[in-house]
């Protein structure tokens, strides 16, 4: 299966917002509200951040959050801070393989 | 607290077989399936398949059905990932995961085993 759209890259300064989006169709991310986003620092495991499109874990800060519209997810990270340079994947439940697909993955730089 | 350990790095020659492991603790290892994700060197996540062992049925990703066998012993809470012949290709980080079965979603996350295939 294709993997869900992300942008390469985004960036932004200290204490700014930024917005990742990830495409798929309406056999993934349109048709369930199964999608995560994941954070990956340089070296390390991967790290979940929303789940059900909007949902933070435990632990995860409020400055993290997520949304859905059509084929399109969006995560969201206000206030930005050094610590958030990393990469950020989203995935989605698919069911033309019923199994998982995960976006190309988008690297957050902190300017 | 949960965790999921995974075997340390391995160096294998091209048409070797390789078997890791996944152990899984501070939770029923037999009531959440466990997902392998691969991750080629400067590349994104790639979802490779799930097993559940509470009886071990298994899914793969189209990508990776025939390439790899994924199991589990429900015994000593360890799931594996296995190849019979390696290629240089099979070079990459190799993470498991702990998956809910309702909504896909990967919450914990072992620390990776790097698997280096080269003649």
């Known amino acids: 299966q294709s993997a869900l759209t992300q942008p390469a890259s985004v960036s932004g300064s200290p204490g700014q917002s930024i917005t990742i989006s990830c495409t798929g169709t309406s056999s993934d991310v349109g048709g369930y509200n199964y999608v995560s986003w994941y954070q990956q620092h340089p070296g390390k495991a991967p790290k979940l951040m929303i789940y059900?499109?909007?949902n933070r874990p435990s632990g995860v800060s409020n400055r993290f959050s997520g949304s859905k519209s059509g084929n399109t997810a969006s995560l969201t990270i206000s206030g930005l801070q050094a610590e958030d340079e990393a990469d950020y994947y989203c995935s989605s439940y698919t069911s033309s393989s019923t199994s998982v697909v995960f976006g190309g993955g988008t690297k957050l730089t902190v300017l | 607290e949960v965790q999921l350990v995974q075997s340390g790095a391995e160096v294998k020659k091209p048409g070797e077989s390789l078997k890791i492991s996944c152990k899984g603790s501070?939770?029923?290892?037999?009531?959440?399936?466990i997902g392998w994700v691969r991750q080629m060197p400067g590349k994104g996540l790639e979802w490779m398949g799930i097993i559940y062992p509470g009886d071990s049925d298994t899914r793969y990703s189209p990508s990776f059905q025939g390439q790899v066998t994924i199991s589990a012993d429900k015994s000593i809470s360890t799931a594996y990932l296995q190849w019979s012949s390696l290629k240089a290709s099979d070079t990459a980080m190799y993470y498991c995961?702990?998956?809910?079965?309702?909504?896909?979603?990967?919450?914990?996350w072992g620390q990776g085993t790097l698997v280096t295939v080269s003649s």
């Open positions: 059900d499109v909007s």
């Open positions: 501070g939770y029923s290892f037999t009531s959440y399936w």
């Open positions: 995961a702990r998956v809910d079965g309702y909504n896909y979603v990967s919450d914990y």
